[in-house]
Structures are given as C-alpha cells and as structure tokens.
C-alpha cells in the first residue's frame, strides 16, 4: 500500500511559477512510476506528467512540454512537479499517482494504482 500526499499549490498570478511535492509512503517508492494528472472544473481528468522508475525517464503533455519539469528524489519519496510560465488555463486540481501497471500507456490512469488527495492551482490573468 502505498499514500500520497501532494502539496505546494496556491494561487499565483499568470508568468509566476509554483512547485509541487507529492511525499509518498512506504519502502517501495522506488520502484512506481509516478505521475501527474490535473482536472479542471467541468473537464475530465488529463495527463501532465510522468517519471518512470527506469531509466529515469519523463514524460510530458503537450500542452506543459518546456514549461513544466517534473523530477524525484527516491532517498526523500518525493516526487515534483516544477511548473514555470503557469496560464490561467493550467488552472485545476493536480493530483500525483503511482503505479506499476507497465502494460498500461505512460498518459492513462490505468497505468496507476495510488492516487493522491489534489492540490489546488490557480492561476490569474
């Protein structure tokens, strides 16, 4: 079993940057693949960002590719989600997720077992 819990989101304004953590429980971090997913109010939950427990590889949206920059610390449990250049359109609930369904695509829930809570980000024009 496996806990996550993000923090780090707030308001800020449109140009400012934030960085979220997301501390996970449990001895085996190192071994999940971890993510970043954000909802919107009224659209469905997407993809942000990922860094594989391989080759530490990451992966990244369209939408966020060179403005946001995800990395992890294995020793801490902790995984980040730098975001710089933040839009108000990166406004939503960005959730972190772990998982090792490897048969599942980098970009899909389905990929992740554990989720956690949200964390709020805001972003004003």
């Known amino acids: 079993q496996v806990q996550l819990v993000e923090s780090g989101g707030g308001l800020v304004q449109a140009g400012e940057s934030l960085r979220l953590s997301c501390v996970a429980s449990?001895?085996?971090?190192?071994?999940?693949?971890m993510g970043w997913f954000r909802q919107a109010p009224g659209k469905e939950r997407e993809f942000v960002a990922a860094?594989?427990?391989?080759?530490?590889?990451?992966y990244y949206a369209d939408s966020v590719k060179g403005r946001f920059t995800s990395s992890r610390d294995n020793a801490k449990n902790t995984v980040y989600l730098q975001m710089n250049s933040l839009k108000p359109e990166d406004t939503a609930v960005y959730y972190c997720a772990g998982g090792r369904i490897f048969s599942e695509p980098v970009y899909s829930s389905t990929r992740y077992t554990y989720w956690g809570q949200g964390t709020q980000v805001t972003v004003s024009s």
């Open positions: 449990g001895r085996t971090f190192s071994s999940y693949d």
């Open positions: 860094y594989m427990q391989s080759g530490e590889r990451t």
